[in-house]
């Protein structure tokens, strides 16, 4: 089955600075990337998300990037902000396995005033 | 739109019990919803696949007869949690996709907080 791998599991920066969160993915098959952002004790929220046929997604402070060839996708937050630090999950799926998600590991991020 | 509803948000139980958990697709139908658990500081576990009017399909190493899934209507599917131990102690995610936006995009309850004493 799948697997995802996500890098770093944590990560602190300074207000007004980017945040880059990797992932890499073993199925080339998968060709839906979401990531979600998740508060304590709350539900996971879609940010942004991209398929197998686009490189590049941005929406304004963020944007994700794929490679499909080497089978890692990317988060990059600029400008970050405090009410950017939560924990940050990656994952990937496939039609053919009835579009289950794969959850990366998740990434803890916070942005210190 | 494309929201779903969780109940209860929050419940404790003690060891040998089980608990019964609902999951609602509140305006639209859900032909397919999924049940995640989620341990302190970890990332989600998917752990089945909940198919209307069809067994439910369990993730490797998930006990099916542990935990129960019932997808009775287009609008809920519930998970019991049966005999639970403090082993069960975690938080339960269910989502659910919405038809008619290509069966990609999952939508997650607000998640329900098992404890079992």
């Known amino acids: 089955g799948e697997n995802v791998e996500q890098h770093p599991s944590t990560l602190s920066v300074q207000e007004g600075d980017s945040a880059v969160i990797k992932c890499t993915y073993s199925?080339?098959?998968?060709?839906?990337f979401p990531w979600y952002k998740q508060e304590l004790g709350k539900r996971p929220q879609l940010i942004i998300d991209i398929r197998s046929n686009v490189g590049e997604k941005k929406d304004q402070r963020i944007a994700v990037t794929l490679n499909k060839t080497a089978k890692h996708f990317s988060l990059h937050i600029t400008e970050t902000q405090p009410e950017d630090s939560a924990v940050y999950f990656c994952a990937a799926s496939q039609r053919a396995a009835g579009n289950k998600l794969t959850f990366g590991g998740g990434t803890r991020v916070l942005v210190k005033p | 739109g494309a929201v779903v509803s969780q109940h209860p948000s929050w419940v404790i139980c003690k060891s040998g019990t089980s608990v019964k958990i609902e999951c609602r697709s509140l305006d639209f139908q859900a032909t397919t919803m999924f049940w995640y658990r989620q341990f302190p500081k970890q990332s989600l576990m998917l752990m089945a696949t909940?198919?209307?009017?069809?067994?439910?399909?369990?993730e490797q190493g998930v006990e099916k007869d542990k935990f129960l899934i019932n997808h009775a209507s287009l609008t809920l599917s519930t998970l019991t949690v049966t005999s639970a131990h403090p082993e069960d102690s975690s938080f339960y995610i269910c989502?659910?996709?919405?038809?008619?936006?290509?069966?990609?995009?999952?939508?997650f309850g607000p998640g329900t907080r098992l404890t079992v004493l």
């Open positions: 199925d080339s098959a998968s060709n839906y």
């Open positions: 909940s198919n209307e009017g069809s067994k439910a399909t369990y």
């Open positions: 989502s659910a996709r919405v038809p008619d936006r290509g069966q990609i995009e999952q939508f």
